[in-house]
């Protein structure tokens, strides 16, 4: 699963240029579009709720979070009239890191207002990663696939991009294989996330 991902070709792209690329590419009738997250531990900087959670203010940046809603019904109204359909897989190790457990109450409101993600515990896919971890991707149809790149402090910095149909195709199955065996994300959310203390954090 993912065997050909390291070795396919692609361009690395500025964190401006993927954003605009990817802009581009998602208005072009994609039909769907899969995301991917494995990593437990970034920075958002610039999020308003991201960087009260850094603060230590985790009321507030819940708050912040459920202020997002509106957004993120609107994104998924744009994704209806463009016929794109989203979904997502996020993969959770445990312990559950701080940054994880702020991430899934940004990700419950977007449930809330729609949005398709699933979650999937890492210890499940640990024989697929016996020598790397699952790729944190971006999948626009059977067109695109952009891998996230962050810097050595978890700051987003890009991303590299795919266009090679059969590696894409290939993503695209292993996504779906997994997305498969993910767990509904309310009761992952309700059993694992809701009864754990707000986690202990200042000035990330």
Do not use: C
Request: charged share 30%.
């Amino acid at each position: 699963m993912f065997d050909s991902f390291p070795s396919g070709a692609s361009e690395r792209l500025d964190r401006p240029t993927y954003h605009a690329d990817l802009g581009r590419v998602y208005r072009s009738g994609i039909g769907f579009l899969n995301k991917l997250e494995r990593g437990q531990h970034f920075k958002e900087r610039g999020f308003p709720s991201w960087e009260a959670f850094a603060d230590g203010d985790w009321e507030r940046a819940l708050r912040l979070a459920d202020e997002r809603r509106e957004d993120y019904a609107e994104e998924l109204r744009q994704a209806s009239r463009l016929g794109v359909v989203h979904r997502r897989l996020r993969v959770v190790e445990f312990p559950v890191t701080p940054y994880v457990q702020w991430e899934l109450f940004v990700l419950r409101a977007r449930v809330e207002v729609g949005d398709d993600i699933r979650i999937i515990d890492a210890r499940k896919i640990s024989s697929i990663e016996r020598t790397r971890p699952v790729p944190e991707v971006v999948v626009l149809g059977d067109v695109v696939m952009y891998e996230v790149v962050y810097d050595e402090d978890g700051n987003a910095a890009g991303a590299n991009r795919y266009t090679n149909g059969p590696l894409i195709r290939e993503t695209n199955s292993a996504f779906d294989a997994l997305y498969e065996h993910g767990e509904g994300f309310h009761d992952f959310f309700d059993r694992e996330i809701v009864t754990l203390a707000p986690p202990r954090v200042s000035g990330i």
